[in-house]
């Protein structure tokens, strides 16, 4: 039997909105969205997903704003979805970003936030 897709991810996640700061060298500092994430990445909202395989530093406050992650992660996938909200359609853009080293104390920090925001599926 095929398992379902929330079966199949590796990490723990949270589904929250929340401000992110993203710096990379070769495109300066670019404002972004978190939606969704986990100790292996993040989903960011942004109008211009940065190219695949771009090297970015991702900083971010917890959603209890009680501690900041800051990663240094890859651009590996883009997403452009539409939908309709309310009657209207709208669109989101965004890039998935794979999380390949911490700073700090961070990854702590964000397996203790994952046990504490989880979305149970």
Not at 47 to 74: K, M, N, Y
Request: net charge neutral; aromatic share 10%; charged share 25%.
């Amino acid at each position: 039997m095929d398992k379902s897709p929330s079966e199949k991810r590796q990490h723990l996640r949270f589904d929250k909105m929340f401000p992110v700061r993203v710096d990379s060298i070769l495109f300066g500092e670019i404002p972004c969205v978190a939606r969704n994430v986990s100790a292996g990445g993040i989903f960011l909202e942004t109008h211009d997903p940065l190219p695949l395989g771009a090297r970015i530093r991702v900083c971010f406050l917890t959603p209890d704003q009680s501690a900041e992650v800051a990663a240094v992660g890859e651009v590996k996938n883009h997403y452009f979805m539409n939908y309709v909200h309310n009657g209207v359609t709208k669109s989101v853009a965004g890039m998935a970003v794979r999380f390949q080293s911490f700073e700090d104390e961070s990854q702590h920090i964000l397996r203790d936030c994952l046990n504490r925001f989880r979305v149970l599926h």
